[in-house]
C-alpha cells in the first residue's frame, strides 16, 4: 500500500526574491558603473538593492577591451551586478576580508572579469 505523499505550503515562497531575502526589504537604490580606467568603457553596473547592510565591499573590474581595469570602489551594503552596453560579466573572483577587530559586519573584495560586447 502506497502512503499518501506529503503536501507543503510553498505559497511563502513566490513572495521571496534572490537569496531568500523578502522582496519587500529590498529597494530600487542607486547604479554604479564601473568604468575603465584607460579606455573609458563601462565595464560594469553595480546595483544597490540594500544600502543598509553593514557590508563593506572593494570591488574592481577587469577590461575586456584594452586589459587594463577600474579604479578599485569601496561600496557600502548589499548590491546586484549587470552588464552595461558595453560589457557583460564572465567572471568573478570573491574573497572575504578581516575587518576592523572592533566593528562587525562582512568586509569582502571583489574582482570582476568582463567580456566585450561590441
Known amino acids: ?7 507543503v505550503d510553498l505559497t511563502p ?3 521571496l526574491g534572490d537569496g531568500g531575502i523578502s522582496n519587500t526589504d529590498l529597494v530600487d537604490g542607486s547604479h554604479i558603473i564601473l568604468s575603465c580606467s584607460r579606455c573609458r568603457k563601462k ?12 557590508i563593506t ?3 574592481i573590474a577587469e577590461c575586456d ?3 587594463n581595469r577600474s579604479y578599485e570602489k569601496e561600496i557600502h551594503g548589499k548590491f546586484h551586478l549587470g552588464m552595461t552596453d558595453d560589457s557583460g ?3 568573478i573572483k570573491h574573497e572575504f576580508l ?3 577587530s572592533d566593528k562587525t559586519g562582512i568586509y569582502q573584495r571583489m574582482r570582476l ?6
Not at 1 to 7: I, N, Q, Y
Open 65 to 67: 577591451y584594452c586589459g
Open 98 to 100: 578581516d575587518g576592523p
Open 43 to 54: 565595464l560594469c553596473d553595480v546595483w544597490m538593492t540594500q544600502p543598509d547592510l553593514d
Open 1 to 7: 500500500m502506497l502512503d499518501k505523499p506529503t503536501v
Open 113 to 118: 572579469k568582463t567580456k566585450r560586447l561590441k
Open 57 to 59: 565591499t572593494k570591488i
Open 89 to 91: 560579466l564572465s567572471d
Open 13 to 15: 515562497l513566490h513572495e
